[in-house]
Nanobody, 122 residues
């Protein structure tokens, strides 16, 4: 089965940094773009960053551009989100996501990790 497991969240002060990791299994990792989403209390889940299957193309939400960097290591089947210059408004649960086609199902579906909490506070 598809499994995405996030780690690396925690409590940091404004201006600090965190590196999130998402380990993947159950699909051909190198075939798919990977995404990071986040959801703050009372708000809609939003796309934070995306990276193409090999890692040559990336996209970021305007609110994190210049501060966050998405990357991947296909040999380790892991996608990362380096978060610098963190702000209070970055506080949210961060989720790893893939829209993957599985031969076992015959169609594409969204798959999500369990999420990791990031809290930015002084």
């Amino acid at each position: 089965q598809v499994q995405l497991v996030e780690s690396g969240g925690g409590l940091v002060q404004p201006g600090g940094s965190l590196r999130l990791s998402c380990g993947a299994s159950g699909f051909t990792f190198s075939d798919y773009p990977m995404r990071w989403y986040r959801q703050a209390p009372g708000k809609e889940r939003e796309l934070v960053a995306a990276i193409s299957s090999i890692g040559f193309n990336t996209n970021y939400a305007e609110s994190v551009k210049g501060r966050f960097t998405i990357s991947r290591d296909n040999a380790k089947k892991t996608v990362y989100l380096q978060m610098n210059s963190l702000k209070a408004e970055d506080t949210a649960v961060y989720y790893c996501n893939v829209f993957a086609f599985l031969i076992t199902t015959g169609h594409g579906s969204d798959y999500w990790g369990q999420g990791t909490q990031v809290t930015v506070s002084s």
